[in-house]
């Protein structure tokens, strides 16, 4: 096994975190991010060095030796606080003054406190009669990609491979993100529009964590690869059962539930982290 620190630290403090897995060597693989070589990994090292690490504000990743970008298919993502730094429902409800009560259910959603489907309805209900230019309003001003989205999915393209997003949110947005990031794919909610106004209904079905389950499997059937050749990255609950088929599934700035369950752990570093840990 090998260990990535990934932060804006000195080599004092990677030499500090990383004792206690005794590594054959330290290796710097770019300014900010290093490579313990050949190290002891047991539950009690892990939690040990994972604790410290997050006092110290590094990432810290166990990952066998060798693993490479090129080794997988696909690279599947979800969108809201993950490619994108904002939850685009909350937004929406600002435009209607209902940010904080939205809000409030989108937390409890992506902590697994209440099922997805019916977190969705509720908030969705509640955007009902909004002039649905306010999607526009909130793309234009307020929908920024989080740091590191550009960089990974170009070496994603670069290694060959294909680039899903699969979001519980909506068309209108993963639409756009897909052409701007020039993605292979997207899945997301249609939410009805009529008279130019929002009716506080989706179209079809919804998609829970079931549906972006099946639809990582049914693009992976589609590229003729296993679930295992892909890599899964989320941060919310609904984000598991996806996560769950992945041959690495990736924890971005995600709630505890998800950062327990998940292969890595990115608390800090950008999306692009993924790459120092798949580098030769």
Known sequence: MNLIFQGST?????????????????????????RCVDVADNPAVRSQIEEASLQSRVD?????????????????MDMDSTVITIECIDEIADMQGLKPQVAAITEAAMRGEIEFAESLTRRVALLEGLDANALQKVYDERLKFSPGAEALISAAHAAGVK???????????TDRVRQRLNLDYSHAN????????????????????EEKKRTVERVCAELGIPARQAIVMGDGANDL????????SVAYRAKPVVRAQADVALNFSGLDGILALLAQ
């Open 60 to 76: 810290a990743t166990f990952i066998e030796a060798g693993r490479q970008l090129s080794d997988f298919g696909l690279l599947a």
């Open 241 to 248: 059962k996806m996560m769950s088929v992945a041959g690495l």
């Open 190 to 209: 249609v939410l009805e529009v009529a008279d130019g106004r929002l009716t506080g209904k989706v179209v079809g079905g919804i998609v829970d964590a």
């Open 10 to 34: 000195d080599r004092a403090t990677i030499d500090r975190l990383a004792a206690p897995s005794r590594p054959a060597r330290i290796e710097q693989i770019h300014a900010h991010a290093w």
């Open 163 to 173: 680039t899903l997003l699969v979001s519980g949110g909506f068309t209108f947005f």
